[in-house]
């Protein structure tokens, strides 16, 4: 693993509900970005690899999915995790570009730790060991409350909802408290940002919090 001096890039993470949002924002951070002529790195978890992607698979879509443990869970996701750090990740922060990654992470602290119930010492030194010194030094949370959370999944279900997808109402409530808990918790890390807003607003926020906090 490449040491954090060695890192010449930044890392964005994106996190929030489903529905919040996180992909548009992306995609609009990355244009911004590129236009400045900045090479930039969009990802997602779990997937951004050929392996990772097996994996979303297997979380995702198996037919057998609803049984799926929270341990089992936790370590499917910080396997693609682990992948696409060194395979994706640290590759391209070592050539000094901006990565932008759809989850990492606070997802597993938020939910298999926190909405899964699982303790978080294990989960902590689980997803430590995924990805080694790599961290985000920005993460964007677009928190959005939960039904509108639900009313917005729903909306785009072009097919029948995915395993996350069919959670009910208290576990993204869940979601979300664990959410603005780890703004507290890190407060010079991670930034919340009201997803009720129109889209161009939630741009201009975001990137209000990159201008300030990566130069």
């Known amino acids: 693993m490449v040491t954090k001096s060695k890192l010449a890039g930044k890392l964005i993470s994106f996190e929030g509900s489903e529905g919040s949002g996180k992909s548009t924002q992306i995609a609009r951070l990355a244009e911004r970005l590129q236009k400045l002529g900045r090479e930039v790195?969009?990802?997602r978890e779990p997937g951004g690899t050929e392996i990772g992607e097996q994996i979303r698979n297997i979380i995702v879509h198996n037919s057998k999915g609803?049984?799926?443990c929270p341990e089992t869970e936790l370590l499917l996701f910080t396997a693609a995790r682990a992948q696409v750090v060194r395979e994706v990740i640290t590759p391209a922060l070592t050539r000094g570009a901006i990565v932008l990654t759809d989850?990492?992470?606070d997802s597993s602290t938020v939910?298999?730790?926190i909405?899964?119930?699982l303790a978080p010492d294990p989960v902590n030194q689980i997803n430590r060991f995924a990805v080694g010194d790599v961290m985000p030094h920005l993460t964007v949370v677009i928190d959005v409350p939960t039904d509108?959370?639900?009313k917005r999944i729903r909306?785009?279900?072009s097919d029948?909802?995915?395993?996350?997808?069919?959670?009910?109402?208290?576990?993204y409530k869940k979601v979300r408290d664990g959410y603005l808990l780890l703004a507290t918790q890190w407060p010079e890390r991670v930034v919340v940002v009201d997803g009720t807003q129109t889209p161009d607003a939630i741009e201009q926020q975001i990137w209000a919090e990159v201008e300030k906090r990566l130069g």
Do not use: C, H, K
């Not at 029948?160 to 959670?167: I, K, S």
């Open 115 to 117: 909405a899964r119930n």
């Open 111 to 113: 939910y298999q730790g």
């Open 103 to 105: 989850r990492f992470l």
């Open 155 to 157: 909306q785009r279900a």
């Open 148 to 150: 509108v959370s639900l």
């Open 41 to 43: 790195v969009a990802t």
């Open 160 to 171: 029948l909802p995915d395993r996350m997808e069919r959670e009910n109402i208290t576990f």
């Open 66 to 68: 609803d049984e799926m």
